[in-house]
């Protein structure tokens, strides 16, 4: 008998842990709380950065947080003084004190980076930058920084393998920098190199780490019908990108809320669910009409409260 457990053991660790499992077992029942990313104002946001007289800046958007009754903000790292370099502690720690008088968690952080360049020195560059903002998330208090995969680069359209290698190998020295931080790393579908869930699960197998889960993106599952692939996508979901559509800032087709959120809830998922408001082209919605989101995240946000409460 004593020899039997002892093979076993001797095959689990052969094997090695494998993400086709859930990345962990969820007791109790889902619980989600609402966080506002960035992302919503990223014009504005950005206007202010080039012009401090314009726009808003970084902690009027706390602001605006707190008064509509989000639980949390998801700060990206584009509206950071600076970025891609560090933003100062001193800049860190404002911020970090205001979000816990405003009673908001951060709920998470996030970079540009490509990890399907062919070139290795910008992915190498990509793989610093991705250390560095895990250096400000633990700063932060942030529990999660979100990563993209990238674009598929010209003429490799026929060669997603020979990418995922790679990029799994970039994401692997990623996440074990992150594991001594205590941060998590989420990469986000992205309708890039990860339209599918299929893809995104081979991408975290490949890795396979338990520090490594899924930006989960509502809006960008290029397949007929995204919500299965939300579903299927569930049990490695660390973070959201809570969209209007199912099918991107260009579509008219408005997010199935409460089939969302039943989604969510038979999952066992607890955590945060950042929703995030797009405009389209020329600074326009869905409709054509001028992007707005002191208008669209407030009426977004109702739409999904009185969803959560039926």
Not at 114 to 127: I, L, W
Not at 156 to 173: Q, R
Request: hydrophobic content about 40%; charged content about 20%; some cysteine.
């Amino acid at each position: 008998m004593k020899q039997s457990l002892l093979f076993c053991f001797a095959l689990f660790f052969i094997a090695g842990v494998s993400l086709a499992q859930p990345l962990q077992h969820r007791p109790g029942n889902s619980y989600i709380k609402t966080s506002l990313n960035a992302y919503s104002f990223s014009k504005i946001l950005n206007d202010h950065l080039k012009d401090s007289a314009s726009g808003m800046s970084m902690e009027a958007l706390l602001e605006f947080t707190a008064a509509n009754n989000f639980d949390a903000i998801d700060i990206t790292g584009y509206y950071f003084p600076g970025y891609p370099k560090k933003p100062t502690p001193e800049f860190i720690n404002r911020i970090k004190r205001k979000a816990f008088l405003l009673g908001l968690d951060i709920s998470g952080t996030g970079v540009k980076n490509d990890f399907a360049h062919p070139d290795p020195a910008k992915r190498a560059a990509d793989v610093q930058l991705v250390k560095d903002w895990i250096d400000v998330a633990q700063q932060l208090g942030a529990p999660v920084v979100r990563i993209f995969s990238g674009n598929i680069p010209p003429g490799y359209e026929h060669k997603w393998d020979s990418i995922a290698g790679y990029m799994a190998t970039c994401i692997k020295e990623c996440v074990a920098y992150a594991k001594t931080k205590g941060i998590l790393i989420g990469v986000q579908n992205h309708a890039d190199f990860l339209k599918t869930a299929e893809q995104t699960i081979h991408l975290l197998k490949l890795v396979n780490s338990e520090w490594l889960g899924v930006v989960v993106d509502i809006g960008s599952f290029v397949t007929a019908d995204p919500y299965i692939d939300v579903e299927k996508i569930m049990p490695y979901a660390v973070n959201f990108q809570f969209k209007e559509s199912p099918f991107g800032a260009k579509s008219t087709v408005k997010t199935d809320i409460p089939r969302v959120l039943d989604i969510i809830k038979r999952s066992g998922y607890r955590g945060y669910i950042p929703i995030e408001t797009l405009s389209g082209p020329n600074n326009t919605n869905s409709v054509g009409a001028p992007y707005n989101p002191l208008k669209s995240v407030p009426e977004f946000l109702t739409s999904i409260k009185k969803a959560m409460r039926n």
